[in-house]
């Protein structure tokens, strides 16, 4: 259970945990996987089958004679391949809020097929066929299983992360199976807060707030080179220069480790923040005031011990 030790005076402002359907993304993967296993049930038996190898005899006789096992590993292709395709857009579209451990999921999965075939036609097979009908049933029933782990894993994931807003610091707070992360900041620190909401999050009353430090939280850096070369030569001799710049940005980064990511009402959330913000900064400056007025620190303005 997330839990935080408070500080002398401090208050607890706002507890907070991301919206159920902020992770809609990764349930709608794991979703599709389900779907895809219950499609390669159907596409397995239609080209793994007995009427397609009597309706393909010529083909079925090429890819046998190649290796005694060439039709089962074709839909073990058509299964790993769709699995793979899909795990690599979700890499692509979704690599900040877990699409890259999706992508790697999806290699485990076919891994775990491979492995799987491999282990019964070797231990359990009595013949070609065994492994040719085990095949059919066994790929779609783990794609299926894992896609149901899949959507335990992904709301056990939402769950583990937790944030607290008191009137001294934001907390972050992760802690997913033995993973355990805690990242603070004060509101001093903050240099700009950003809202960002998309269409179901305005639908449903969720957001992602990000507070932008100057160390670089709720940032991430994007990099871009540009090289130009000049070169002349002759039979002889040659002359050659080759410059780069490389130009370094920083954009806001949807991160649920670093951003109060997918929470409700992300615009209350943004007016405590600034609020407490205010108060923070009138507060430090009060403090400078009174170290310069007082710079012994006995609590005597130095002005008036002078003056005595």
């Not at 500080?7 to 809609?24: D, I, N, Q, T, V």
């Not at 492995?115 to 070609?128: E, H, N, P, Q, S």
């Not at 969720?206 to 991430?220: A, D, E, K």
């Not at 009174?290 to 130095?302: F, T």
Request: with cysteine; aromatic share 14%; proline share 2%.
């Amino acid at each position: 259970m997330a839990e935080i030790s408070f500080l002398r005076g401090e208050e607890l402002k706002l507890k907070a945990k991301p919206h159920f359907l902020s992770f809609l993304h990764l349930y709608a993967i794991f979703g599709f996987l389900i779907l895809w296993g219950f499609a390669c049930f159907k596409i397995l038996n239609a080209v793994i089958s007995q009427d397609w190898l009597d309706d393909h005899t010529a083909t079925a006789e090429i890819l046998t004679t190649i290796w005694p096992n060439a039709v089962t590993l074709l839909g073990i292709i058509c299964w790993s391949f769709g699995l793979l395709i899909f795990g690599f857009l979700c890499r692509y579209f979704y690599l900040e809020t877990g699409g890259q451990s999706v992508f790697r999921f999806c290699i485990l999965v076919v891994i775990l097929g491979v492995i799987g075939l491999v282990l019964f036609g070797k231990f359990f097979a009595d013949v070609r066929e065994d492994t040719f009908n085990f095949s059919k049933l066994f790929l779609p029933t783990l794609t299926i299983l894992l896609g149901f782990a899949g959507l335990f894993l992904v709301n056990y994931y939402r769950l583990s992360f937790t944030y607290f807003l008191t009137n001294v610091r934001i907390i972050l707070q992760s802690d997913f199976f033995l993973n355990r992360s805690e990242r603070q900041v004060r509101y001093n620190h903050i240099e700009d807060i950003k809202l960002s909401q998309s269409i179901f999050g305005r639908l449903f009353g969720f957001g992602t707030v990000i507070p932008l430090t100057g160390t670089g939280l709720g940032t991430g850096t994007d990099e871009a080179m540009l090289a130009s070369g000049l070169g002349s030569g002759s039979d002889k001799m040659s002359l050659g220069f080759m410059g780069g710049l490389k130009k370094t940005s920083r954009t806001a980064r949807h991160d649920p480790h670093d951003t109060l990511y997918g929470i409700s009402k992300p615009s209350h959330v943004r007016d405590i923040i600034t609020e407490n913000i205010q108060s923070d900064t009138g507060v430090e400056h009060l403090k400078r005031i009174e170290k310069l007025l007082d710079s012994d620190g006995n609590g005597v303005i130095d002005a008036l011990e002078k003056s005595k």
